[in-house]
């Protein structure tokens, strides 16, 4: 427990039921019942810098953090207590991993020799991810999620660094390993998991966007932008996405990510955050105090720079139509830009 907590690097807000939840380095959790003027830090049973959270309801809630950690609340987050961490993930993915393998292994054995050759690809795809688990299980609890989904309060989804995904059916107590849900035969980092409409969306390196139109049962590889990391997505009901990541990158889909257009931000600051605001427009914020405001065709209507420069990591829209931006000195209230400045 720190005074300080509420000043200190922020990562995430989620505004539940009129309260808000803000997450951290340190494994800080703070909340505010009075949209950011005062903040209450709750016990977290961590130390590790929490990424990301999501609550299904006002009460039961999940956040993730360096080191493989999950943490659940039942109470709002009042209260909470670890489910996971990286020693047990990477023991889940490791386990599903071999499993696949002697699986395929069998398979191969018992196949004519002239079918062989056609199943070495495979057989070679499924060892490399059995070697890649055994080597982060001899690593340690080095990977971090990055970011999570709840359907209810059962089942869900938590991503993170070099291909890591896992996903539960009893709210956390269990997990299963998911990778071979995916094409990312080179485990490139899932950087942010989001639900827009009845779709599923997954963004990640090397240009890589994933859909799913089964609640992650299956995933598919979209038509690429470009070719650089994307950090985060949002969009609307209707099918109009934003998607954004390195150095000033923002993109814009109105069919649900089957075709995109590219957006001239005028910068080259990194994006880390994006929300859509009630009118339609969006709010993306990142590297160097960036923020940027997009009006509903994705043209540029506003820009401004946080006087620290220093990086945003989350903006949130206010409930007086102003915006809550989380970063290096906790939470703050600024306004909506328009023009430059």
């Given at each position: ?9 922020l990562?995430d ?5 009129g309260?808000?939840?803000a ?6 959790i ?8 005062s903040?209450?830090q709750a016990?977290?049973p961590?130390?590790v ?9 006002d ?10 950690v ?10 909470w207590r670890?489910?996971l961490d990286?020693n ?27 079918q ?11 060892t ?5 688990a055994?080597a ?14 709840f359907k209810?309060?059962?089942?869900g989804?938590?991503?993170g660094?070099?291909?890591l ?6 709210g956390?107590?269990t997990?299963q ?8 035969p ?14 599923l ?5 090397a240009?890589?966007l994933f859909?799913?139109s ?7 590889i979209?038509?690429?932008?470009y070719?650089g ?13 934003i ?10 889909s ?5 075709t ?6 005028g ?5 880390f955050s994006g ?5 339609g427009?969006?709010v ?10 997009l ?16 990086p ?17 000195h906790?939470?703050?209230?600024v306004?909506?830009s328009?023009?430059?400045k």
């Open positions: 427990m720190s005074p300080l907590a509420a000043h200190s690097l990562l807000i989620e505004r539940v039921d309260k808000l939840i997450v951290g380095e340190r494994g800080h703070v909340t505010s019942t009075d949209e950011g003027g903040w209450q016990p977290v961590v130390r810098t929490l990424t990301n959270t999501f609550f299904v309801d009460s039961y809630g999940w956040t993730v953090g360096h080191d493989g999950v943490l659940k609340t039942e109470d709002g987050g009042k209260s670890k489910l990286g047990v993930a990477n023991q889940i993915m490791l386990e599903h991993a071999q499993a696949r393998l002697a699986d395929f292994e069998e398979t191969y054995d018992a196949a004519p020799e002239e062989r050759e056609e199943m070495e690809g495979e057989l070679e795809s499924r490399y991810m059995a070697d890649d055994q982060f299980t001899n690593e340690g609890p080095s990977r971090p999620f990055l970011d999570l989904w209810d309060r059962n089942e989804i938590v991503v660094a070099f291909g995904i896992l996903h539960t059916t009893d956390g107590e997990w390993a998911w990778f071979d849900r995916m094409e990312n080179t485990l490139f980092h899932l950087n942010a998991i989001k639900q827009i409409g009845d779709e969306y997954i963004t990640a390196e240009g890589t859909r799913s089964d609640w992650g049962q299956s995933w598919e979209l038509d690429s932008p070719d990391s994307f950090f985060g997505i949002t969009g609307n009901d209707q099918g109009r996405i998607a954004y990541g390195l150095r000033g990158h923002a993109f814009q109105e069919d649900w990510g089957d995109w257009d590219t957006i001239d931000t910068v080259d600051a990194s994006f929300t859509m605001l009630d009118d427009s969006v993306l914020v990142g590297a160097g105090g960036i923020s940027l405001h009006d509903a065709d994705g043209n540029v209507i506003g820009t401004s720079r946080d006087s620290s420069r220093l945003l990591s989350k903006v949130l829209e206010s409930e007086d139509k102003g915006l809550l931006i989380a970063g290096p906790g939470v703050h209230a306004a909506v328009e023009g430059k």
